[in-house]
């Protein structure tokens, strides 16, 4: 199989804006996470509207939960998240109601019983409706 991609110095495509979602949901169940208390930033970034930003995590060991909380804590602002699993399934998007609270965070729990595929999962982070440029952690 050959893949061409062109690309002008004004528009660069990602590899993975590319990817083809597997059908199905690979095991996999999404609800609304429960994080508490102080969460560690993994990714410290700003976004403005329009823009997309991809942003990471690696999963070296067996695990059958991963948590991704999104939080950028102004609600008057809209973010948008998509995620992709290293095995080829996307999910979403989401945005900040998606958890079932409109706070500025989209905070949930994604599980597997047969395990979470271990390799980079990706998030793709979209600025949907920001009003200056906007701070988050993911």
């Known amino acids: 199989?050959?893949?061409?991609?062109?690309?002008?110095?004004?528009?660069?495509?990602?590899?993975?804006?590319?990817?083809?979602?597997?059908?199905?949901?690979?095991?996999?169940?999404?609800?609304?996470?429960?994080?508490?208390?102080?969460?560690?930033?993994?990714?410290?970034?700003?976004?403005?509207?329009g823009q997309t930003n991809w942003e990471s995590k690696s999963v070296s060991s067996y695990i059958t939960t991963l948590n991704v909380n999104l939080n950028w804590g102004n609600p008057s602002n809209s973010l948008q998240l998509t995620i992709y699993s290293p095995d080829g399934y996307v999910f979403g998007p989401y945005y900040d109601s998606s958890d079932g609270v409109t706070d500025g965070r989209i905070d949930l729990t994604i599980q597997n019983s047969n395990g979470i595929a271990e390799g980079t999962w990706s998030y793709k982070v979209y600025g949907y409706s920001v009003s200056g440029t906007q701070t988050y952690s993911i």
């Open 1 to 49: 199989m050959v893949v061409l991609l062109l690309c002008t110095a004004s528009a660069v495509v990602s590899a993975k804006e590319l990817s083809v979602s597997l059908p199905g949901n690979g095991g996999y169940t999404i609800t609304p996470g429960h994080s508490t208390g102080i969460i560690p930033l993994t990714v410290y970034n700003s976004i403005t509207q």
